[in-house]
RNA sequence: GUCUCGUUAGCUCAGCUGGUAGAGCACGUCACUUUUAAUGAUGUGGCCGAUGGUUCGAAUCCAUCACGGGACACCA
């Protein structure tokens, strides 16, 4: 039963006991008239000042009671906005006659949304505060908040009751308030590149643009299944077909796969497709996106993440094959023949699945041994093309594509290539992935017979890229789990919220 | 999916090799007009995650389940 427990019920009570005295516990009547933060930095001179206060101030500030120390005539009440936190200074005489002590000491309590009015001063012990003359309730909060000193600091209750951690938990508003920022400011800087925003559907007839086990939706009027997107990639190229030559979309992605410290089953990315570029042109518009990025936050360039430090100002670029030998050890000659790579895994205690072909033992090979080894940003270049089905072929090199992935403190964080816009090369790629889709692999990416149609018109040369923006915002953050980046995580359901649905 | 640790008051946590529940904060009452997790006195507060089992007796031991953390696997 919600609302049942005791502290409830007693708040409950003094909810009714101020509604009777005339105070009404949900007013509607603010009269604020600046936040916490713009107070204390307007009145940061009255520590100089001879006095120590100036009554000619007149403020009113409003927000949460987060401690409360009561004294026989007079308090000191901590209240805090979003902005920030600021002491007040509550003394009997100084309020209408009764007030002090049958409404205020009795009836308010922490948790409870007030306002205050009064003039700014400075106290003994040396803290800009506000001098009460008037007090109001705002919001009566029958539920009372957990213990001061410790916080909530239980995960669960975090994840789940995400407005319990932002109430209690500063820093957590301000990893949100960051990641606002980072999409604010990365949706500014295509703009100002001259890219277009655009929007594209979110349920998809085939689940394309990415190896991944799709969510699974139902149109009832039509009768048919759609997926959940898994990629908006063959949305935007279509736009590029269609003349657009700059476009990008910030948006969710659904995978209907595992969930761990890094994987949530919808995730936010950024996608931008640049017409008569190649992705040696993104691997610069990638290095000036990120100094915007780091401008912009404020942010060191030698970032600290965990016990790593990250340089920005140290971008790396290294073909994958030649990192498995230089970053990850492995010897030159296996790796370039699958038997002796699938040898050289086992050898190391990695099992691998069968009939996988050259380009994704190599694969294989990179997860294995040169991933986490990647601290500083470091492109890899060149990917296998059975690793590749949508980005184009090198010129040079047929077996090789124009493609790179960043990784950065060991994770990749972005995906981007020169895409393949030989209709005839798109179709022969999905037809390999039907096979190994026959042939057991259920991540093998879909035929999209329309896409490779509206290839067939002939799209301009042009590049694309993808970026995390949940894994950006955790490197950023210095945090560790995507669940820190995200306002409410996934999560199971308990067995009380449990709907019976089926049968 | 596997392994591992956890789940005790509103919150943060104790609770030994089984004997029927404890602290701090919060809350109630009293005192206190410059405190800083205010202080002093006093009191209330528990289906010990769920279900079964072992036992004279289970928060404690065992099994199963649920949820969560971490690691691994899968996967971007």
């Known amino acids: 039963m919600p609302l049942s427990n005791k502290y409830i019920q007693q708040r409950i009570e003094k909810a009714k006991i101020l509604k009777e005295a005339g105070f009404n516990p949900y007013a509607n009547n603010s009269q604020r008239n600046t936040n916490i ?3 204390l930095n307007v009145n940061s001179d009255i520590a100089e000042s001879e006095e120590k206060r100036d009554e000619n101030r007149h403020y009113i500030v409003s927000g949460r009671i987060k401690l409360m120390r009561i004294m026989g005539k007079a308090s000191f009440v901590k209240i805090e906005d979003e902005s920030g936190m600021l002491q007040v200074y509550v003394a009997r005489d100084n309020l209408p006659e009764g007030f002090y002590n049958t409404i205020f000491k009795k009836n308010i309590e922490v948790g409870d ?5 009064g003039y700014p001063f400075v106290t003994g012990q040396g803290e800009l505060s506000l001098h009460a003359d008037s007090l109001s309730l705002l919001t009566k909060s029958i539920n009372p908040l957990p213990e001061k000193f410790h916080g909530v600091t239980d995960k669960e209750i975090r994840y789940r009751k995400r407005y319990l951690d932002l109430i209690m938990n500063a820093e957590v508003r301000k990893t949100f308030q960051i990641r606002s920022r ?3 400011l990365t949706r500014r800087f295509f703009e100002d ?7 594209t559907p979110m349920m998809h007839p085939i689940a394309g643009g990415a190896n991944a086990k799709p969510f699974v939706t139902h149109h009832n009027a039509l009768g048919i299944d759609r997926y959940l997107r898994i990629a908006p990639e063959l949305y935007l190229k279509r736009l590029i077909v269609g003349g657009f030559e700059a476009v990008f979309e910030i948006n969710r992605n659904f995978r209907n796969e595992g969930m761990d410290a890094t994987h949530n089953p919808e995730f936010t990315s950024i996608e931008f497709y640049w017409a008569y570029k190649t992705y040696k042109d993104l691997i610069e518009i990638t290095k ?17 993440y965990g016990d790593m430090k990250v340089n920005f100002d140290n971008f790396q670029e290294i073909p994958l094959i030649e990192s498995l030998t230089t970053i990850g050890g492995v010897p030159v000659e296996v790796t370039q023949d699958k038997e002796k790579i699938i040898t050289y895994l086992n050898d190391k205690g990695i099992t691998v699945k069968p009939g996988m072909n050259l380009g994704q033992l190599q694969g294989e090979l990179f997860d294995a ?13 060149e990917y296998p093309v059975e690793i590749s089905p949508l980005a184009r072929r090198s010129d040079t090199n047929p077996d090789i594509t124009e493609r790179f992935e960043l990784f950065i403190a060991g994770r990749e964080i972005a995906n981007a290539f020169s895409e393949l816009n030989d209709p005839i090369d798109q179709l022969s790629r999905f037809e390999g992935q039907m096979k190994a889709k026959d042939s057991g692999d259920d991540e093998a990416h879909e035929m999209d017979k329309d896409f490779v149609e509206a290839l067939s018109y002939g ?21 560790h789990s995507i669940r820190d980046v995200l306002l409410f995580p996934a999560m199971k359901p308990l067995n009380s919220e449990e709907t019976p649905e089926e049968e």
Do not use: C
């Not at 949304?113 to 009015?117: K, S």
């Not at 590149?193 to 929007?199: I, N, Q, R």
């Open 193 to 199: 590149k001259g890219f277009l925003e655009v929007e």
């Open 37 to 39: 933060e713009k107070f």
């Open 288 to 304: 000036e996106y990120f100094g915007y990025l780091f401008d912009h936050l404020d942010l060191p360039t030698l970032l600290p």
């Open 182 to 184: 980072v999409i604010s």
């Open 369 to 381: 041994f040169v991933e986490e080894k990647l601290i500083d940003p470091t492109f890899i270049t």
């Open 459 to 479: 799209m301009a040369p042009t590049a694309g890229q993808g970026i995390g923006i949940d894994r950006l915002v955790m490197l950023l953050t210095n945090e």
């Open 113 to 117: 949304i007030i306002e205050v009015g």
